[in-house]
């Protein structure tokens, strides 16, 4: 199966309540990520990578962030006259979605309607990856499945309600179950599903009309039921954001080159909005160790095991440890932070000392000034 022969859809507003701080003033899958990247990136980039050209991106409310990250798609070689990157925002009184995704997929009947692929492809924005979707359509098509859903073996993740899947041998998907257990070993969904565009259409209209909301759970418990229902596996390195205490740890894990090597792989990148800006500068008597910097960063205090976003300020006497500043975050002298998240454009004023913890990193709203 060609990836051209494939029309992505992305659902960029589901799980956002998951981190409610950071999701106020923007959709789940505009938050930043790693320094540089939002959510989206690694969506669509993977989709992008496995030979997909037209993907529509499914918005809810406070989209504006979104639209401006994504532009044209040019970023992505999805700016064409033809196919290409679709935003497709809600139209009603109050522009909100559902998460369980069947208002939304009748909302772009006509999106589907006019693609001329044989198949979708649906993914969620909660996924930091970097998966070849190329394997996955191929075993799809070879299995005769109606649908395909991607897993991985591994914990269910503590605090949300997951899609746990019994598989089979052969790969059949058996039974679908949800737990919010924390149980290790098994197959947990990752929201992204390969099935016919035709088949999905059908399903939608049947669901619609049965007042049946929640794709995840009934719609494929009634797949289960009436159709072939297959699961892929994926064995690459998956961060889960759920909370905002995986979020930091998700970013944390960048420090390990295993892990930066794998999701950020040479022959399948990760394309972003670019903004170009001067290099990093280091000021005499700077301290910088085990950190990600972007450009733009000017560092004259001491920064250890953190991730700087762009543009990011730390003055002299600053001791920042175990954070996550991003894109034109101001430190200033003397203050000293330690397991802090702060969002877009903050201020910290001198001699300010906020702390946290691994396991409950504090939050700074963006724009806020302490």
């Known amino acids: ?89 809600p139209f009603g009184t109050d522009n909100k979605r559902s998460d369980g995704k069947i208002e939304s997929l009748a909302s772009i009947k006509r999106f589907l309607a006019n693609s001329h692929e044989d198949y979708v492809l649906l993914s969620d924005c909660d996924y930091v990856c970097n998966i070849d979707y190329k394997d996955a359509l191929k075993a799809h098509e070879k299995s005769g499945a109606d649908l395909t859903l991607i897993y991985r073996k591994g914990s269910s993740p503590e605090g949300i309600d997951a899609n746990i899947y019994e598989v089979d041998e052969n790969g059949k998907v058996t039974d679908s179950i949800v737990k919010n257990s924390g149980n290790k070993d098994v ?6 599903y390969i099935i016919g565009r035709r088949l999905l259409m059908n399903l939608v209209d049947v669901c619609m009309g049965r007042n049946i909301v929640d794709f995840d759970r009934a719609v494929i418990r009634k797949c289960l039921d009436e159709m072939k229902v297959n699961g892929y596996e994926f064995k690459g390195t998956a961060l889960h954001i759920t909370s905002m205490t995986a979020f930091f740890d998700a970013n944390m894990a960048l420090m390990d080159a295993d892990v930066r090597a794998e999701l950020f792989n040479a022959n399948r990148p990760i394309y972003t909005k670019l903004r170009d800006d001067m290099p990093a500068k280091y000021g005499l008597g700077s301290s910088v160790t085990n950190c990600l910097v ?16 762009r543009g990011v300020k730390v003055k002299k006497g600053a001791v920042v440890k175990n954070c996550v500043l991003m894109q034109d975050t101001e430190v200033g002298e003397n203050a000293t932070l330690n397991y802090v998240v702060a969002d877009k454009d903050v201020s910290i004023d001198r001699e300010r000392a906020l702390m946290g913890y691994k396991t409950y990193p504090v939050y700074i709203a963006k724009g806020s000034k302490v």
Request: proline content about 2%; charged content about 20%; aromatic content about 8%.
């Open 294 to 309: 972007a450009d733009g960063c000017i560092i004259d205090g001491e920064v250890e095991n953190c991730i700087l976003f």
């Open 1 to 89: 199966m060609a990836g051209n022969n494939v029309v992505g859809v992305l659902f960029a507003y589901v799980h956002g309540k998951r981190i409610s701080e950071l999701t106020t003033n923007r959709v789940m899958a505009s938050v930043p990520f790693g320094g540089r990247y939002r959510l989206v990136d690694f969506a669509l980039s993977n989709m992008v990578n496995s030979g997909i050209n037209k993907v529509g991106v499914i918005t809810e409310r406070d989209y504006q962030s979104l639209m401006d990250h994504l532009g044209s798609g040019k970023a992505w070689n999805l700016s064409r006259k033809r196919e290409g990157l679709f935003l497709l925002p």
């Open 187 to 192: 197959n947990v969904g990752m929201g992204m």
